[in-house]
């Protein structure tokens, strides 16, 4: 007899295997040295190339000299180390690019800032620039009008002087109508000149003039003119002329002069006053226009004693004239240049004069709106100024607000990711009980909230991996100590060939076979079924071996056998057990099988053949199951429980087994039933029993399909025969 376990092919359980996660001790990838980055990139191969190549061509200027080859040399490796230069700065700037934007707050930062604050600098920039522009206009155009003005008032007063000078014949009536003008004008004006000058001739000889020439006035700013020269149409002139000054700080002189003749036909004569641009002028401007000029410089000289405006400059001192009007609002001032035409008296060519004033923007916008009526003390300009000054305010409150939600905003947004990165990292290191700190109740709150139910399921599902591998071990020590409990090792009968199978549902299951030694020529064989299934029905099936084997000694009867089994077990199982079992004795001198059944499935018993086809019984004696706990039970087993005796002879088949095998079921719930059973073992009786041990099974597994097994399946097969006995248990 030999025994051959089966168990490991037909285990109906799974096993799942332990959650893998990243190591975190492992070590990180080192970087790439600076001598692997060399040879194993082609930029650094091609800067080692270039290098070689400079080493190179320095070589051979230094034994060879100069020449075409070694300087192509050199020029190809200064070349190629621009373009490894180039290169490097770019994958350097891309590094950098990365390592500074890879943290969302600086990417969402970054994208404030230039979708947010820099369009509003910018527009801020525009509207500063293009008021700017228009008080430089402005300011150009009040200091040219100033300028004009005081032109106009030397043309005028050249024009009076030139009336009354046409009644003077004599020097002293020329002499009286000029001093009379220059002491008029002398209060508004102290450098002020006046001059009877003959007009010339295209040959620049002068014209005989009726009135003779007369002089008022210094003449310190230039010399006084010998003629007008004849550029100057008899419509006059009035403008700005520069003359050299042979002052260190002063290269040059400003001078308004304005000349006109007189209403002849013909003139010969004309009248020139000069008003020299002093500190006196200058104050006059400013009062009119609340401009301060600074410096005069040359840009296109007009005349060949004035060159470029680092050689001759107009430069201003502060005196007690420009001290007496300073600006009403000097923190609004600021520097601008205007540009302004002068003329060359000579040769009457005009050059530009590039001016530096000093503009107020406040004391330009109140000369602009004093032109305004007032309603109660106000313009309209002010009117439109106060709107303008609270719309930028406005502007600048808005943006500041914009600008500080913008940030806290990103900082919410990002300080949620970066707790969610966090996070992440220490669920990857395997630490599943971080939690995330919910501190708003929008969506990155919710996401917050679910990462930390999220985290919390998994800790709970590696409990119950770990508490399942930890039960799936219990049981499958279970397993291999309720394998133990089948029988094992060699068993030799002669005349009795056995085989034997039990495939559990579980890890361990309920039901129980054993063939106990009763003498060499009688075998207890018992086969027996717990209800339920699991590590109870495997409790109280070791209970049962324990029985049988001490029982099977003292009675031979099966039915006395029962009846002490269920004596014990009911006071020892639970209310809500019980147990079925088949007990039988082989007789193999008296050539005789006793059995009773105690609740169990029928046995099924193949004859010999004698001549005839073989035909299958269905044995089934009374019985009742084991272990109920109800008044009066033990006496109604006792009675209910019937012993049979059946004949047997070489060539008899006995088939023992539990419902798991007749009540196997396929996906569409039919039963495999005992009559299918039954036909098996008439139409594969002649087989010897591992043999058709096996059609039985394969017969069951077929028709179950893919339905899933349901409840433990044991078989016990019983051969008699005269060869040498063999016992197949599984």
């Known amino acids: 007899m030999s025994l051959v376990p089966r168990g490991e092919t037909r285990e109906a359980s799974s096993r799942e295997g332990p959650l893998l996660l990243p190591d975190p001790?492992?070590?990180?990838?080192?970087?790439?040295?600076?001598?692997?980055?060399?040879?194993?990139?082609w930029p650094g191969r091609l800067f080692l190339g270039c290098v070689l190549l400079a080493l190179g061509a320095i070589v051979a200027r230094l034994a060879w000299g100069a020449g075409p080859v070694v300087d192509a040399l050199g020029q190809w490796a200064i070349r190629g180390l621009v373009v490894v230069g180039v290169i490097g700065l770019w994958r350097l700037f891309g590094a950098t690019r990365r390592r500074l934007l890879w943290r969302v707050r600086r990417r969402l930062t970054l994208s404030y800032v230039l979708i947010g604050v820099v369009p509003a600098l910018l527009l801020v920039a525009f509207f500063l620039f293009a008021g700017l522009m228009t008080f430089f206009h402005v300011s150009a155009y009040l200091f040219k009008r100033g300028i004009d003005d005081i032109v106009e008032e030397a043309g005028t007063m050249a024009d009076t002087a030139a009336i009354e000078l046409r009644r003077a014949k004599t020097q002293e009536a020329v002499d009286a109508v000029l001093e009379r003008k220059h002491e008029n004008a002398l209060g508004r004006y102290l450098g002020i000149s006046l001059a009877v000058v003959p007009r010339a001739t295209q040959d620049g000889s002068p014209l005989v003039s009726p009135v003779p020439r007369g002089v008022a006035g210094l003449w310190e700013h230039a010399s006084l003119p010998d003629t007008v020269p004849a550029w100057v149409s008899v419509g006059g002139f009035g403008g700005m002329l520069v003359f050299p000054s042979g002052d260190a700080r002063n290269g040059m002189t400003l001078v308004i002069r304005a000349v006109r003749f007189p209403d002849e036909r013909n003139p010969t004569w004309a009248v020139v006053i000069d008003l020299p641009v002093d500190e006196r002028v200058l104050a006059q401007l400013r009062e009119a226009t609340g401009i301060e000029l600074r410096s005069v410089g040359v840009v296109a000289p007009g005349q060949t004693g004035l060159h470029r405006q680092a050689e001759r400059s107009f430069q201003l001192g502060t005196t007690d004239a420009t001290a007496a009007t300073p600006a009403s609002h000097p923190w609004s001032s600021f520097n601008s240049v205007s540009l302004f035409d002068f003329s060359d008296w000579e040769t009457g060519r005009t050059g530009t004069?590039?001016?530096?004033?000093?503009?107020?923007?406040?004391?330009?916008?109140?000369?602009?709106?004093?032109?305004?009526?007032?309603?109660?003390?106000?313009?309209?300009?002010?009117?439109?100024?106060?709107?303008?000054?609270?719309?930028?305010?406005?502007?600048?409150?808005?943006?500041?607000?914009?600008?500080?939600?913008?940030?806290?905003?990103?900082?919410?947004?990002?300080?949620?990711?970066?707790?969610?990165?966090?996070?992440?990292?220490?669920?990857?290191?395997g630490d599943f009980t971080h939690r995330i700190e919910i501190n708003t109740r929008d969506q990155l709150g919710d996401l917050a909230a679910s990462f930390n139910q999220m985290t919390a399921s998994i800790e709970s599902l590696l409990r119950q991996a770990e508490e399942k591998r930890r039960l799936e071990e219990e049981l499958r020590i279970a397993r291999e100590i309720q394998m133990s409990l089948l029988p094992r090792g060699p068993l030799e009968m002669r005349g009795l060939s056995m085989t034997a199978?039990?495939?559990?549902?579980?890890?361990v299951g309920g039901d129980y076979y054993d063939f106990v030694t009763l003498g060499d020529q009688r075998l207890g064989v018992l086969i027996a079924d717990v209800s339920g299934k699991g590590t109870s029905a495997a409790l109280y099936m070791a209970e049962l071996k324990g029985l049988i084997l001490a029982l099977s000694t003292i009675y031979q009867s099966p039915k006395q056998l029962l009846i002490e089994v269920n004596r014990i077990i009911s006071d020892n199982i639970d209310s809500r057990s019980f147990i079925t079992m088949t007990y039988g004795v082989i007789d193999l001198e008296a050539r005789t099988f006793t059995y009773a059944r105690a609740g169990h499935t029928p046995l099924i018993y193949l004859p010999a053949a004698d001549g005839h086809p073989r035909r299958s019984e269905v044995l089934i004696p009374s019985g009742l199951v084991l272990g109920l706990r109800i008044d009066g039970i033990a006496e109604k087993f006792e009675q209910l429980l019937e012993e049979c005796t059946l004949t047997i002879a070489n060539g008899d088949v006995l088939v023992l087994f539990t419902d798991g095998i007749s009540e196997a079921m396929n996906p569409a719930m039919d039963l495999f039933g005992e009559g299918r059973l039954q036909q098996l073992v008439e139409d594969h009786g002649h087989l010897p029993a591992d043999q058709l041990r096996e059609r039985i099974l394969r017969e069951v597994e077929s028709f179950a399909g893919t339905a899933d097994q349901h409840d433990d399946m044991t078989m016990i097969l019983l051969k008699i025969e005269d060869s040498a006995p063999t016992v197949d248990v599984h």
């Open 25 to 41: 001790s492992a070590p990180p990838a080192r970087p790439r040295s600076f001598g692997a980055a060399l040879v194993g990139t």
């Open 501 to 507: 199978v039990c495939i559990p549902a579980r890890e």
């Open 353 to 429: 004069l590039a001016m530096s004033v000093r503009v107020s923007v406040f004391d330009i916008y109140e000369r602009i709106s004093a032109a305004q009526s007032r309603i109660g003390g106000l313009s309209l300009g002010d009117l439109f100024m106060a709107a303008l000054v609270a719309i930028a305010i406005l502007f600048l409150i808005i943006e500041a607000i914009a600008f500080f939600m913008g940030f806290a905003l990103a900082r919410t947004i990002t300080g949620s990711v970066h707790q969610l990165f966090e996070g992440t990292e220490r669920v990857r290191r």
